[in-house]
């Protein structure tokens, strides 16, 4: 049997896919593809793709593709895509009645068979998937967190970078809050090779990047028919290394809030520390009074997602 770390993606969609052959590329384990039964071939077809892949690219990793819950058992690191992506004009929040039993069944699971791992849930929306998944599983809290704030930081970057006419490589920005229309970009820290972008980029300009950060992911789903899927993929792979190579990267990502920014029993992004442990740490930036109010606004959108899903058994 392999001694290499498992990493088991639950659901072998276009994000699923992606991660599956961004993970094999890094060399960061073997892995697993899984999704229904119904859609268990297909997921072995891609397992199947991506090992030959390897033959090509010079890459070591097993990639098994299943729709049996007992290949994932074990894993290190489980990373949940599963669920329905939105269509042209849903919100995020539209596909709570669809994902919220998936992500139910999905729980059920993981806690059977990977009690051990570190769970980064994509599925959305986001910060009540992920709220619910660690209500469910009672999971430890470090050991459960949501993609959101690399995706969202990453479309901040690059709208920044145009605008400035720099490369992406100088531009450092983050977005706090909910994965949603009310999601918070933070301007005060937010710089292009240490100057704040405040300074190089005007303000009518920055609140045009603002807006489409936010519709980021709407955009993208008017073009395509579905949602993204290359850069959700980097950025949870990137979360997934953190914690294997114990990397200590701060990342912001949805976490478990117990009073930081003011807020308790809440999943919402802010920055964190990932490394061998999950969630090594929760850092509090001083945010602006209009920081702190958009936060608190994108704060309450969650809750009212979360509302319903406490509501419905
Ligand atoms: N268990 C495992 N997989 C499931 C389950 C389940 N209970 N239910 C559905 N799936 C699978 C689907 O069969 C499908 O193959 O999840 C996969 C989702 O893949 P895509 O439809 O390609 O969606 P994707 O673009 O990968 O997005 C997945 O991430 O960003 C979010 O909003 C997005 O919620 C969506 C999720």
Known sequence: M????????IGAGNIGGELAALCAKKELGDIVLFDIPAKADYAKGKALDLEQNGSVLGYDAKVTGTGNWEDCAGASVLIITAGIPRKPGQSRDDLVATNLPIIRNVADNAKKYCPDAFVIVISNPLDAMVYEFKRRTGFAAEKVVGMAGVLDSARFCLFLARE???????VRAMVLGGHGDDMVPVLSACTIDGVNATHLIAKDKLDAIIARTRGGGGEI??????????????????MAEAY??????????????????????LYMGVPVVIGSKG??????????????????????SVQSVVDVVKAST
């Not at 969630?279 to 309450?300: F, G």
């Open 244 to 265: 294997l190579l114990d990397q200590k990267r701060l990342l912001p990502c949805a976490a478990y809030l117990t009073g930081q920014y003011g807020y308790n029993d």
């Open 279 to 300: 969630v090594e740490k929760i850092l509090e930036l001083e945010l602006s009074d209009d920081e702190k109010t958009m936060l608190a606004k994108s704060a309450k």
């Open 2 to 9: 392999s001694t290499r770390k498992k990493i088991a993606l």
């Open 164 to 170: 400035a006419g720099v490369s992406q490589k100088d």
């Open 221 to 238: 789903v008017k073009l395509m028919g579905t949602s993204a899927y290359y850069a959700p993929a980097s950025s949870a792979m990137a």
